[in-house]
């Protein structure tokens, strides 16, 4: 069973409770007055009764007894009015009166007692009231008695109107108690916990980007506010994981590297250097097929040797020796290097500096800030056609210094692009490509608190965006 329906539930339980009690109390306090009213009524008539039929007994006007019982049937018909003698016979009754035991037991004591007489007959549920009053003379002496019954139809009729209209007001009451606590359930414990619930899905599900809007200022509004605190707190835990993770993968991978390029060395340096040798000596045969396998051999020596020192500057490189720099000059000078080869293969090369050089500072260190300028423009001249255009800017970005290298080249694919930083991936391995420029440049970018973005649409060039932290002091 929900919140809502237990609360609506418990709600309607607890006012019918209380307005159920109120409308028995209205009920029995409106039987009392009735009662009440109808007893102050009867003795009124009987009152007067007493003094006209006294006054007649006493006089022996059997006639005017008579008279007077007429007019009141009259009056009012359902009244029945007897007339005794001091022995308890009847006199006189109203038309269509009769006697009966009740009435006569009444008549008795009420002459024998010489006192007025009320009582509902009977008690508990009662059908008229009997009113029975000794008619004595001025000495005294009992002349007679007077009875009246009347019935309670009328008291009767009254209470069902009343206990209706009660039963009315409580089921009105339950009603829109029930629906009054639907709505509030609904409106302020329903819907908010639904938003808290589907909250806590997206995050079972992994998505800790989930947060609820709290809209109120409660205790379910400060529920909803700590678990947002919680699940920043949780995503903050998680990517600083992940970025563990990444980071000690990258670390394996190092390791590796570093294990393998060191056995490469170690177990291809030497046979290698003795075949470069032996083929160099054969680039002076005679013979002009002998030449050319000569020259092929040396130049595989030596691609091979380019790779394995590579291997070695990445598997043991130095941590970097960070100070207060000016991006501009290593950046300049990979520009003054690259020149020449970019204007050979017909490609323009352009360095745009935007703003003070002065604002372009950061802390790093220069020589591998140089390797990174480095070999994201060497890949943009692989990647550029002749006729085509790099351009390398450094500018800020609020309080951040950027190094963007763009290209008029082929562009890059989505799926070359999730796997450019890994090591040993490349598209380029048939032009001699070792898959590790931009594994070093990532881990330049690491290990300067920097980040790099990729731009690239295929058919339309490449951006890569490096973005440092400004210089920390002066």
Not at 71 to 83: A, G, K, Q, S, Y
Not at 444 to 454: C, G, K, L, N, S
């Amino acid at each position: 069973m929900s919140i809502r329906l237990r609360f609506t539930l418990a709600l309607t339980a607890v006012g019918g409770v209380l307005f159920g009690t109120y409308a028995l109390w209205a009920y029995r306090s409106e039987r009392d007055d009735l009662r009440t009213a109808a007893t102050r009524e009867i003795r009124i008539i009987g009152r007067a009764l007493e003094a006209s039929l006294g006054h007649a007994l006493r006089d022996q006007q059997g006639a005017d007894i008579e008279a007077t019982l007429a007019m009141l049937d009259r009056l009012d018909p359902n009244v029945d009015i007897h007339t005794y003698d001091p022995r308890g016979v009847a006199i006189a009754r109203s038309q269509g009166a009769t006697s009966d035991a009740i009435v006569d037991g009444f008549v008795a004591r009420a002459g024998s007692t010489r006192r007025e007489l009320v009582a509902f007959d009977p008690v508990d549920d009662p059908d008229r009231l009997v009113f029975a009053a000794p008619l004595l003379a001025d000495d005294g002496v009992l002349l007679g008695t007077v009875a009246i019954s009347r019935p309670v139809t009328d008291l009767d009729d009254d209470l069902a109107r009343t206990r209706d209209r009660l039963i009315g007001m409580v089921v009105a009451f339950l009603l829109a108690t029930m629906c009054a606590g639907l709505v509030l359930g609904t409106v302020h414990v329903s819907r908010p916990i639904a938003r808290l619930v589907a909250g806590v899905r997206q995050i079972r599900q992994g998505d800790f980007r989930a947060r609820v809007e709290p809209g109120r200022r409660d205790e379910i509004g400060e529920l909803v506010g700590e678990f947002n605190a919680m699940i920043q707190v949780l995503a903050s835990e998680t990517e600083a994981r992940e970025r563990l993770e990444h980071g000690l993968q990258r670390i394996d991978k190092l390791v590796t590297i570093g294990q393998l390029s060191a056995g490469l060395a170690h177990e291809i340096g030497s046979p290698l250097q003795v075949l470069a040798g032996r083929a160099s000596g054969l680039r002076t045969h005679a013979d002009p097929e002998v030449r050319r396998q000569a020259d092929q051999l040396v130049g595989q020596c030596d691609r091979i040797t380019r790779i394995v020192e590579q291997l070695l500057s990445f598997g043991r490189r130095k941590a970097a020796v960070v100070a207060a720099c000016d991006l501009v000059e290593p950046v300049r000078a990979v520009i003054d290097l690259l020149g020449g080869e970019a204007r050979r293969r017909g490609i323009t090369l352009a360095l745009v500096v935007d703003g003070d050089a002065r604002r372009l500072r950061i802390d790093g260190d220069r020589d591998q800030l140089q390797q990174v300028a480095l070999n994201l423009v060497k890949n943009a001249l692989a990647a550029t056609p002749p006729k085509g255009r790099i351009t390398v800017r450094l500018d800020r970005d609020g309080d951040r210094v950027r190094l963007s290298v763009a290209d008029s080249g082929t562009g890059i694919d989505p799926e070359t692009r999730a796997r450019l930083f890994e090591p040993f991936f490349t598209t380029r391995a048939t032009d001699g490509g070792t898959g590790l420029g931009l594994a070093v440049v990532r881990a330049i970018v690491d290990e300067h608190h920097a980040r790099i973005e990729v731009a690239s649409q295929v058919g339309a060039g490449a951006e890569f965006v490096v973005s440092f932290p400004e210089v920390s002091h002066g």
